[in-house]
């Protein structure tokens, strides 16, 4: 069985690791897993390519990530950071710790050899044993940019890269969210293959706007998505109306999406109706969604989508693999 999964961060890296342990625990024999990353949250910070998303999935299948933090490195330390910052250098809201900038050392060494980000991705997962195969969605600079209010600019507004909006800014109201380069980006090799090969695709719960929603708006991907023979079943990031963690909320209104299950279940959209997905878990709080979802052409059931342990992240895969299955029987 191959499957495929659109994925950001945390809230996918946790997926992930849950689908990975599900696979291997099921009767699924050799079952391939390929995880398509979102590298619209990637920076240059000090000369550095930084891939959050990336590294992130990396992290946290390989057994490196701070279990704590949900990002970076365990056993970190901050020395760089901290002389960084007795220069007077910024940015200085960055965490940038001493083991996670040798991740980043060899990625932007290997740049400047040529190295398209893909080849530079599977050299840096080869350290780690992920069991899954993660692959950058484009090689192409897409960065996304957010609109915020700016009493001291000539319209009043700015826009700021994601990761200043998110970590220095904290998520104030954000007026749109532009993948900046998506336009002219070409998906990264593999990504096509992996989502029209695949017998199950899986849109993990990361958020929709800058981890799937950028993932989808490289020309080819969306496409490949609403073509492809596999069942495509999607998880809530959205549990009674909360993103749990993070600030999925902050950005949702910018896109014209209500913070709900239901909301973002209709936002992807079924196949059968020119939509990107078949099948849309929400939590069990958010039952009252379904009738709503099924309306809208949706397989759709309640399950617990709380991620709080691997226990957990490997039910909710299995449940979203076992939902796939019952599409794929359906349309067989
Ligand atoms: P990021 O790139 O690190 O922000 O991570 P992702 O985009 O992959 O995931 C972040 C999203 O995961 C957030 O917007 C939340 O809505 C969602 N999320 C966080 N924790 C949970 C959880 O326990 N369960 C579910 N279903 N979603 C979650
Ligand atoms: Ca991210």
């Not at 398509?36 to 990396?58: E, H, K, Q, S, Y």
């Not at 970190?76 to 200085?92: I, R, S």
């Not at 915020?148 to 904290?170: S, T």
Request: negative net charge; hydrophobic residues 45%.
């Amino acid at each position: 069985m191959k499957v495929a999964v659109l994925s950001g961060g945390i809230g996918g890296a946790r997926f992930v690791a849950g689908l990975r342990d599900a696979l291997a625990t099921g009767d699924q024999d050799e079952a391939q897993v390929t995880v398509v990353g979102n590298t619209a949250d990637d920076i240059w910070l000090f000369g550095l390519r930084v891939c959050p998303d990336l590294d992130t999935v990396m992290y946290t299948l390989g057994g490196g990530i701070d279990p704590d933090r949900g990002w970076g490195r365990r056993d970190e330390t901050w020395h760089a950071k901290e002389e960084l910052a007795a220069y007077g250098v910024e940015p200085a809201w960055f965490g940038l710790g001493d083991r996670d900038l040798a991740t980043h050392l060899v990625r932007t060494q290997m740049l400047g050899a040529g190295y398209p980000l893909s080849e530079i991705t599977a050299a840096l997962c080869a350290r780690w044993d992920l069991g899954v195969t993660l692959i950058p969605m484009t090689d192409d600079r897409v960065e996304t940019h957010v609109v915020i209010d700016d009493a001291g600019a000539p319209d009043g507004r700015r826009a700021v890269h994601f990761q200043e909006y998110w970590v220095r800014l904290h998520a104030p109201v954000a007026h749109a969210v532009v993948p900046v380069g998506a336009d002219k980006a070409s998906p990264g090799p593999g990504v096509l293959e992996a989502i029209a090969d695949a017998d199950v695709l899986l849109v993990s719960p990361s958020n929709p706007v800058v981890s799937v929603g950028t993932i989808l708006a490289v020309p080819g991907i969306a496409d490949a998505v609403r073509s492809t023979g596999a069942a495509v079943v999607g998880v809530s990031p959205i549990i009674s109306g909360s993103p749990v963690r993070g600030m999925a909320d902050r950005l949702l209104p910018a896109i014209g999406v209500d913070v709900s299950a239901a909301a973002v279940g209709v936002h992807y959209g079924a196949r059968s109706h020119g939509g990107l997905i078949d099948g849309w878990l929400v939590d069990d709080s958010d039952s009252d969604a379904l009738p709503e979802l099924t309306d809208a052409g949706l397989l759709a059931r309640a399950v617990p989508l709380y991620l709080s342990d691997r226990d957990t992240s490997r039910a909710l895969a299995a449940e979203a693999v076992e939902l796939a299955g019952s599409i794929r029987r359906n349309a067989g």
